[in-house]
T-cell receptor, first 118, second 115 residues
């Protein structure tokens, strides 16, 4: 079964500091990886996704993530945190089933709550 | 283009009752997936529908069911509600569901409270 592990349920940074949210996925061929953000009382918004091609993926709001197959990791980073980045972040995987197709099922990590201090 | 809409946004029920939640996908999207979000279990996949057919199902009891209509709108039903069913239920739509680049767009969710 697929699994996604997010290291650290809470991450706290100062405004202007580097944001690093860690995600490890279970090996799958091919792995389709996503980062979502959730603000209070809202649904999930896609930040970025990796499907194939370039391993460094750029997303919205200045976020980016690097796919590292050798480490089965897909960590999310942002060079400089803003107060508006405070939210919960979810890493998710959509992998292929035995038939080689991937249906509409995302497996999510447990989430990381990002707090940004002034 | 309008996003995914879910109704109602909030719902309070008592144990033993049943509930129906509705989801309208983005226009043109044919795949609808449902997820349950709780503080303890996180985000868990319930089921996915494509062209009125359930294509994938998560590990939930039979009390949880769903359906999709010809216009791609979807409903999920929970019968004989239990306290543990209190959760945020999220609906997501995508063009086809299949394929890694078919990203899912999420609605705002329905907050269900079971008393």
């Amino acid at each position: 079964a697929q699994s996604v592990t997010q290291l650290g349920s809470h991450v706290s940074v100062s405004e202007g500091a580097l944001v690093l949210l860690r995600c490890n996925y279970s090996s799958s061929v091919p792995p389709y990886l996503f980062w979502y953000v959730q603000y209070p009382n809202q649904g999930l918004q896609l930040l970025l996704k990796y499907t194939t091609g370039a391993t460094l993926v750029k997303g919205i709001n200045g976020f980016e993530a690097e796919f590292k197959k050798s480490e089965t990791s897909f960590h999310l980073t942002k060079p400089s945190a803003h107060m508006s980045d405070a939210a919960e972040y979810f890493c998710a995987q959509k992998g292929a089933n035995a038939g080689g197709t991937s249906y509409g099922k995302l497996t999510f990590g447990q989430g990381t709550i990002l707090t940004v201090h002034p | 283009k309008a996003g995914v809409t879910q109704t109602p946004r909030y719902l309070i029920k008592t144990r033993g009752q049943q509930v129906t939640l509705s989801c309208s996908p983005i226009s043109g999207h044919r795949s609808v997936s449902w997820y349950q979000q709780t503080p303890g279990q996180g985000l868990q996949f319930l089921f996915e529908y494509f062209s009125e057919t359930q294509r994938n199902k998560g590990n939930f009891p039979g009390r949880f069911s769903g359906r999709q209509f010809s216009n791609s709108r979807s409903e999920m039903n929970v019968s004989t509600l239990e306290l543990g069913d209190s959760a945020l239920y999220l609906c997501a739509s995508s063009l086809y569901g299949q394929g890694g680049d078919n990203e899912q767009f999420f609605g705002p969710g329905t907050r269900l409270t079971v008393l």
